[in-house]
């Protein structure tokens, strides 16, 4: 069994503004038509909880032999762990430990997760370039999702000091922390939108945010179904990873 190489576990390798704390963000009380429902909210939450579960668990039964193959392949073209670990934003602002399939070269990844992936870039493997395109190397995250740390739909869960358009997303985006009254998920409402891939552009990044508030705003189990559904039908369409 490998495992995973935690390339981001001391708080040395974030920029110094998050350097020895957790971000605890003041979150906006829930609006939308959940607002004056706190009990129907809670329902859907429990519901979306228990498809994370139930899910998840299938999905790693019925995924193990491709995760080893995946596992192999990567370890065969390149030096250490096929996984890759990062310290990311959870729920209500707490780090969490997030893995990935390992898509870059071991002595040339990022492991603070701001520089971010351009084309052609030289970390990339030729695995790991096939990983990106199909989104497999996200199938970790499947573990995630189990344990509670994240969630099969919800913002998608950035990296400590992102950058959008060059400045952090707290600075672009004043609401930003916003998002993460929520677990993060796999996907969300801004990747079914085609909303994904680098955020170089502030107005790109400002969409990408617009599209997680709203989400989170209007929260509801069938939303959380429709945009498996249009994530699920993006994928067989050729999917959109980068």
Excluded at 205 to 219: E, G, H, K, P, T
Aim: charged residues 25%.
């Amino acid at each position: 069994m490998y495992i995973a190489v935690r390339e981001s576990n001391s708080a040395e390798t974030f920029p110094s503004a998050f350097v020895g704390r957790d971000v605890k963000p003041i979150l906006s009380a829930p609006t939308g038509r959940f607002r004056e429902s706190g009990e129907k909210r809670y329902i859907h939450l429990l519901g979306k909880r228990a498809m994370d579960i139930v899910l998840s668990a299938a999905a790693l039964l019925i995924l193990a032999p491709l995760l080893v193959v995946i596992a192999v392949a990567i370890r065969v073209e390149s030096k250490g762990s096929p996984l890759f670990s990062q310290i990311r934003w959870g729920k209500d602002g707490r780090k969490i430990l997030v893995f990935k399939f390992r898509s870059m070269r071991s002595d040339l990844g990022d492991p603070t997760g701001v520089a971010q992936t351009i084309k052609g870039d030289p970390r990339i493997t030729r695995v790991g370039a096939l990983l990106r395109r199909t989104n497999l190397d996200e199938l970790p995250q499947i573990y995630n999702v189990l344990r509670g740390d994240m969630s099969l739909v919800g913002p998608r869960c950035h990296a400590i000091g992102m950058l959008a358009g060059g400045m952090l997303y707290e600075e672009l985006v004043p609401e930003y922390h916003n998002r993460h009254s929520m677990r993060p998920g796999l996907t969300g409402l801004a990747q079914m939108r085609g909303l994904r891939g680098p955020t170089d552009k502030a107005a790109k990044a400002r969409a990408r945010i617009a599209s997680d508030l709203r989400y989170v705003r209007n929260f509801s189990l069938l939303l959380d179904v429709k945009i498996l559904i249009g994530t699920i039908a993006n994928e067989l369409r050729g999917g959109q990873g980068f």
